[in-house]
């Protein structure tokens, strides 16, 4: 079965410091691939999607994620957090879109916690 | 543009009740999609509609149900209650011409006791 897998649960980093989530999926064919960032008391919203060409993909708030096809993976990074970073981020996987089994397939979600 | 919408925003139902919650796409979207988010088991896809078929189900039981109107908002409902239902359940669209991404609601907080 398809699956996705975030490896840091929770993270604590003070401000200024890089970010790295990890992120892989099991699945052989093609995915489109999209972060969610989740804001204490806010909805989940749409941080960035990949879908094909430059691995390398840009979205809000100054996030990129990665896109490597060999090692089944779609980390999310940020050179330098800040406290409104603080939030719960979630890695999702569609390996059905045009079809019938398109839906998302997400991962358990990363704490991320950003000190002053 | 407004985003999706979701009512209510909390709704508390006894064991063996129905529930229903109702969601408002963004406009101009066709499908909706449903989600479980349930405390340690993270989100599950539940069902998608798309113009007003039921095209795909997740792995839950005929008691979850749901239907899509002709101004495309969508009405989830679950049948005989069991606490383990308590969860948010969230609601998200996407445009026809998208790839693959989709845009959430707020939630609804449902509680069985």
Same mark, same amino acid.
Request: neutral net charge; hydrophobic residues 35%.
């Given at each position: 079965?398809? *699956?996705?897998?975030?490896?840091?649960?929770?993270?604590?980093?003070? !401000?200024?410091?890089?970010? !790295?989530?990890?992120?892989?999926?099991?699945?052989?064919?093609?995915?489109?691939?999209?972060?969610?960032?989740?804001?204490?008391?806010?909805?989940?919203?749409?941080?960035?999607?990949?879908? *094909?060409?430059?691995?390398?993909?840009?979205?809000?708030?100054?996030? !990129?994620?990665?896109?490597?096809?060999?090692?089944? *993976?779609?980390?999310?990074?940020?050179?330098?957090?800040?406290?409104?970073?603080?939030?719960?981020?979630?890695?999702?996987?569609?390996?059905?879109?045009?079809?019938?089994?398109?839906?998302?397939?997400?991962?358990?979600?990363?704490?991320?916690?950003?000190?002053? | 543009?407004?985003?999706?919408?979701?009512?209510?925003?909390?709704?508390?139902?006894?064991?063996?009740? =129905? %529930?229903? /919650?109702?969601?408002?796409?963004?406009?101009?979207?066709?499908?909706?999609?449903?989600?479980? =988010? %349930?405390?340690?088991?993270?989100? =599950? $896809?539940?069902?998608?509609?798309?113009?007003?078929?039921?095209?795909?189900?997740?792995? $839950?039981?005929?008691? $979850?149900?749901?239907? =899509?109107?002709? #101004?495309?908002?969508?009405?989830?409902?679950? #049948? %005989?209650?069991? /606490?383990?239902?308590?969860? /948010?359940?969230?609601?998200?669209?996407?445009?026809?011409?998208?790839?693959?991404?989709?845009?959430?609601?707020?939630?609804?907080?449902?509680?069985?006791?």
């Amino acid at each position: 079965a398809q *699956s996705v897998s975030q490896h840091n649960h929770h993270v604590i980093l003070s !401000e200024a410091a890089s970010l !790295e989530l990890g992120c892989n999926y099991s699945y052989g064919g093609t995915v489109n691939l999209f972060w969610y960032v989740q804001y204490p008391g806010q909805h989940l919203q749409l941080l960035l999607k990949y879908f *094909s060409g430059d691995p390398l993909v840009k979205g809000i708030k100054g996030f !990129e994620a990665e896109f490597i096809k060999s090692k089944f *993976s779609f980390n999310l990074r940020k050179p330098s957090v800040q406290w409104s970073d603080t939030a719960e981020y979630f890695c999702a996987v569609n390996a059905g879109y045009g079809g019938a089994t398109n839906k998302l397939i997400f991962g358990t979600g990363t704490l991320l916690a950003v000190q002053p | 543009e407004a985003g999706v919408t979701q009512s209510p925003t909390h709704l508390i139902k006894t064991r063996g009740q =129905q %529930a229903t /919650l109702r969601c408002s796409p963004i406009s101009g979207h066709t499908s909706v999609y449903w989600y479980q =988010q %349930a405390l340690g088991l993270g989100l =599950q $896809f539940l069902l998608w509609y798309d113009e007003g078929e039921e095209r795909n189900r997740g792995n $839950f039981p005929p008691r $979850f149900s749901g239907r =899509q109107f002709p #101004n495309y908002s969508s009405e989830l409902n679950v #049948n %005989a209650l069991e /606490l383990e239902d308590s969860a /948010l359940y969230l609601c998200a669209s996407s445009p026809g011409t998208g790839l693959g991404e989709q845009y959430f609601g707020p939630g609804t907080r449902l509680t069985v006791t």
